[in-house]
C-alpha cells in the first residue's frame, strides 16, 4: 500500500509539493485544483497590462504530470477539510480520504476594510484577474477613442493601491502601455490627459527592500511619468473616484 497524499492547489507551493513526491514509488499523489493549470503569478501584472497573454503564463497541470505514474490530477474545487481523518470533502459532494493532506490553496485579497473597495477596485491575484483588468483598460481607450470627453472626467485615469512589487511593477507596465503603446493605435488621444498614480501609505516604495531598492523604483516610475502619491491612504473607492 502507498503512502497516499492530497495536495489541494496547483500554485507555487502546490507543485513545488508535487515535485519532490513524483516519481516516488511509495507514495501516491493527488493534486487537487479548481482551474486545472498552474498561473506563473510574478507575470500577472503583463497579462493585465497586454505585454502578454493568458496562455503565456498558464500551464497545464495533467501536461506537467503526465509522465509520472503515481500523480493524479483532480480539476475540482475542495469546500471542506478534515484535518482528524484526514479527508477532503469536494463541491459535489463527495469526499475523498487520504493519509496526509498538505493545503496549499493561495490566498484573497484583503482590501483593509477600505469602503467600496471589495466591489469597485481591480485585485490582482488570479489569472482572471489580469484578464478582466486587462480587458477593462483596453475597453477604456476603445470607449475614450469614441468619446473623447471621457478622458476629462478621467476615463484614462490609473490608480494602482500598493507600493509593493507587484503594485510598482504593475504602475510601471501600465504607464509604458498608456504613454507608450496605446497612443500608436489612437493617434488623436495622444495628447489626452492619461496618467498613471501610484499610491502607499508609506513614505517609499518596496518598503520591503533596500533604500537603494526604493530610491531606484520610485526613480524609474517617475521616469515613466507614473505619479507618486506616497504617505497617503485610499479611504474610498467608488464608481468614478477614489
Not at 493545503?103 to 482590501?111: E, K, Q, Y
Not at 485585485?123 to 477613442?145: N, W
Not at 521616469?223 to 506616497?230: A, P, Q
Request: proline share 5%; with cysteine; charged share 20%.
Amino acid at each position: 500500500m502507498r503512502h497516499h497524499v492530497i495536495v489541494v492547489g496547483g500554485g507555487f507551493a502546490g507543485i513545488a509539493c508535487v515535485n519532490r513526491l513524483a516519481g516516488e514509488p511509495r507514495v501516491r499523489v493527488t493534486l487537487v485544483e479548481r482551474n486545472g493549470y498552474h498561473q506563473f503569478q510574478p507575470l500577472l501584472y503583463q497579462v493585465a497590462s497586454a505585454e502578454l497573454a493568458a496562455d503565456d503564463i498558464r500551464f497545464d497541470l495533467r501536461e506537467m504530470y503526465g509522465r509520472h505514474d503515481n500523480v493524479d490530477v483532480r480539476t475540482d474545487e475542495v469546500i471542506a477539510i478534515d484535518p482528524a481523518a484526514p479527508s477532503v470533502t469536494f463541491a459535489d459532494g463527495e469526499t475523498l480520504g487520504a493519509d496526509a493532506v498538505v493545503l496549499a490553496a493561495g490566498a484573497r485579497p484583503n482590501f483593509f476594510h477600505t469602503l467600496g473597495a471589495d466591489v469597485h477596485a481591480y485585485p490582482l491575484y488570479s489569472l482572471e484577474d489580469a484578464v478582466r483588468l486587462r480587458s477593462r483598460i483596453l475597453q477604456l481607450f476603445k470607449d475614450t477613442a469614441q468619446r473623447p470627453e471621457l478622458a476629462a472626467r478621467g476615463s484614462l485615469t490609473f490608480v494602482v493601491v500598493g507600493g509593493g512589487p507587484t503594485g510598482v511593477e504593475t504602475a510601471g507596465a501600465l504607464a509604458e502601455l498608456v504613454h507608450e503603446v496605446m497612443p500608436r493605435a489612437y493617434s488623436h488621444l495622444s495628447s489626452a490627459p492619461a496618467q498613471v498614480v501610484l499610491v502607499d501609505l508609506a513614505p517609499g516604495v518596496l518598503g520591503a527592500f533596500s533604500d537603494r531598492a526604493h530610491e531606484y523604483a520610485a526613480r524609474q516610475l517617475r521616469h515613466r511619468r507614473v505619479h507618486l502619491r506616497l504617505g497617503v491612504s485610499a479611504a474610498e473607492v467608488a464608481p468614478d473616484h477614489i
